[in-house]
Nanobody
């Protein structure tokens, strides 16, 4: 059973940066894709961006394009989310998720990490 462990959240001032990490706790890990999602209080969960594990194809939500960068280190079974120019509207719980090769959606989720951006 794959477990995803996120880290790197915290409190930052507007304009600052944070880097989130998400590591899979299995010996071998080869999903179809990994994704970052976020959920702000009272809001539905939304996609931040995704990356395919093999080819490294990346998608970003319009709201984070040019500010956030997704990357992965296959050898470390880790996906990263570098967040720059953070704004208060980026405040949310951030989740990483994995989509297996046989799934049509993201089917394994991390526990989430809080990101708070102050004015």
């Amino acid at each position: 059973q794959v477990q995803l462990v996120e880290s790197g959240g915290g409190l930052v001032q507007a304009g600052g940066s944070l880097r989130l990490s998400c590591t899979a706790s299995v010996r071998t890990f080869s999903p179809y894709a990994m994704g970052w999602f976020r959920q702000a209080p009272g809001m539905e969960r939304e996609i931040v961006g995704t990356i395919t594990w093999s080819a490294g194809r990346i998608y970003y939500a319009d709201s984070v394009k040019g500010r956030f960068t997704i990357s992965r280190d296959n050898s470390k079974k880790t996906v990263y989310l570098q967040m720059n120019s953070l704004q208060p509207e980026d405040t949310a719980v951030y989740y990483c998720a994995a989509r297996s090769n046989v799934a049509f959606d993201y089917n394994t989720w991390g526990q989430g990490t809080q990101v708070t951006v102050s004015h």
